[in-house]
C-alpha cells in the first residue's frame, strides 16, 4: 500500500510538470508570432506573465511532491511521536492537523510572497504592501484558528464514534461549505476588502432592471476596493439564498463602460437562469463524495507502516495529503460541463446585453488581465473551467 501511494503520487507529479512544460513551450513558440486578439506589446507581456507563471507553478508542483515524501517516510511519524505523549488520543489528532496544517503554510508561504510582490508587480498587477499582505496573513490565520478547532473537533468526534465516519464526515464538510458560501459575501470577505453601495444611480437601475428580468433577487449592487491589492478586472454574484449580492471590482467601474458591464453581468446571470451554481455544487458534491469513499477506507495497515497510530487526526491529514490525486482525475470532468456553461451564459449574455458589447468586454478583459489568449491543449483538458478566449469570441460571431 505504501509503495503504490508513493508510486502514484510520483506518477501524479510527473504528469503535472510534463503538461506545464507543454504549456510553457507551446506560448514561447506563440511569442513571436502574429499577435492574436491583443496589441503587439502586451501579447508579448501575457505570453512572458504566462510562462513566469507557469515556472512559479513548476517550483510549487515540486514542493509538493518533496513536502508528500517527507510526511510519508517520516513527517507523521515524527509529528505523532512528538504529540502523543503529552495529550490525549483527542488532543492529539487537533494538534496533530493543526501541526500538519502548520508546516505547509510556513513551507509553502514564500511562494505567495514571491508571487505578490514580485512576479505579479513585474507585470504591473499586485499592489499590495507589506503591511496589507501582514494583515491579510494575521486574518487568515485567526481565522483558520477559529473555524479549524470547529470543525477539527467535530470530524475527529464523528471518527472516534462511527463505523461509516467518512460519510457523515463528507456531509459536514459539504454542509460546512455551503455555510460559507451562505456567509462570506457579508461576514468574511468585508474582513478583507471594503464594500460600498454603488453610487452610480443610472447603472445600478440597469442592474437591478437585468436581474428582475433574470427573475434573480440580490441584496444590493456594491463595489469592491479590490485595486487595493491587484488591478485586475473582475465582477461576481456572492452568496447563496438572501445573502446573494452583486460585486463589482473598482477596477472593472473604470476600465467598462456601462454597455460592456451589462453584458458581462448578463453574462453571470445566465448562469443564475440554467442553475449553473446548483450543477456545479453537484459535480464537486460527486468528487467529495468520491474522495471521502476511497481515502476514508485507507487501511490501518498503511498507518502501521508510517509508524503511527491510526488517530482520527491521521486520517484526515492522509485525506488532504491524497485529495490532490482524485480531484486532478475529477476536475477534467467538472471542467468539461463547466466549459459548457460558459458558452450558454454567453448566449444569455448577449441576448440581455448585447454580443457586439459582451465581444468588447471580453477584449478588454483579456488585455487588461494580460492573458495569454493560446494554451496547450492538454493544459486546456486539465485546467480550463472556461473555454479559450479564442473559442468564446468565435462562438460570439468574431473572427479570429
Not at 514564500?110 to 499582505?133: C, E, H, M, V, W
Not at 460592456?260 to 443564475?272: D, Q, R, W
Not at 459548457?340 to 457586439?356: I, L, Q
Request: glycine letters at 6%; hydrophobic letters at 55%; aromatic letters at 18%.
Amino acid at each position: 500500500m505504501f509503495q503504490m501511494l508513493i508510486a502514484l503520487f510520483s506518477l501524479f507529479t510527473l504528469v503535472k510538470i510534463y503538461i506545464s512544460f507543454a504549456q510553457m513551450r507551446y506560448i514561447s513558440k506563440r511569442r513571436d508570432m502574429k499577435p492574436v486578439l491583443l496589441e503587439d506589446s502586451i501579447y508579448k507581456e501575457a505570453a512572458d506573465y504566462a510562462v513566469a507563471k507557469e515556472k512559479l507553478s513548476m517550483l510549487s508542483i515540486c514542493i509538493d511532491y518533496l513536502l508528500f515524501l517527507g510526511w510519508m517516510f517520516f513527517g507523521f511519524r515524527y509529528l505523532y511521536v512528538f504529540l502523543h505523549p503529552h495529550f490525549s488520543e483527542f488532543f492529539t489528532s487537533i494538534t496533530f492537523l493543526f501541526g500538519y496544517f502548520t508546516f505547509e503554510y510556513i513551507i509553502t508561504l514564500p511562494i505567495s510572497i514571491y508571487q505578490a510582490f514580485r512576479l505579479d508587480k513585474r507585470f504591473g498587477f499586485s499592489n499590495t504592501t507589506p503591511r496589507l499582505f501582514i494583515l491579510d496573513q494575521i486574518k487568515s490565520v485567526l481565522m483558520f484558528i477559529v473555524l479549524g478547532f470547529a470543525l477539527f473537533s467535530i470530524l475527529v468526534w464523528v471518527i472516534d464514534s462511527f463505523a461509516l465516519w467518512w460519510l457523515y464526515a463528507f456531509f459536514i464538510v459539504m454542509g460546512i461549505m455551503l455555510v460559507i458560501n451562505f456567509l462570506y459575501p457579508t461576514i468574511i470577505a468585508p474582513l478583507f476588502n471594503k464594500f460600498t453601495p454603488l453610487e452610480d444611480i443610472i447603472l445600478k437601475e440597469k442592474i437591478e432592471t437585468l436581474m428582475v428580468q433574470a427573475g434573480m433577487k440580490a441584496n444590493g449592487v456594491f463595489v469592491m476596493d479590490a485595486s487595493k491589492r491587484d488591478g485586475r478586472l473582475n465582477a461576481f454574484f456572492g452568496g447563496i439564498g438572501k445573502s446573494k449580492r452583486v460585486v463589482l471590482f473598482d477596477t472593472l467601474l473604470e476600465k467598462l463602460e456601462h454597455s460592456e458591464l451589462i453584458a458581462v453581468l448578463g453574462h453571470e446571470l445566465g448562469h443564475f437562469r440554467h442553475g449553473d451554481i446548483w450543477k456545479n455544487i453537484l459535480l464537486m458534491s460527486l468528487m467529495m463524495f468520491l474522495a471521502f469513499f476511497i481515502l476514508g477506507n485507507i487501511p490501518n495497515v498503511l498507518f502501521e507502516s508510517l509508524g503511527i497510530a491510526p488517530i482520527a487526526g491521521a486520517k484526515i491529514a492522509m485525506i488532504l495529503i491524497l485529495f490532490p490525486l482524485i480531484s486532478f482525475i475529477w476536475m477534467p470532468i467538472i471542467s468539461f460541463f463547466s466549459r459548457g456553461f460558459e458558452y450558454r451564459a454567453d448566449v444569455y449574455g448577449s441576448s440581455v446585453g448585447g454580443k457586439e458589447e459582451l465581444v468588447s468586454a471580453l477584449l478588454k478583459l483579456v488585455s487588461e488581465n494580460k492573458s495569454f489568449p493560446l494554451s496547450h491543449p492538454l493544459f486546456v483538458f486539465f485546467y480550463y473551467s472556461h473555454p479559450p478566449i479564442v473559442e468564446r469570441l468565435r462562438k460570439l460571431g468574431l473572427e479570429v
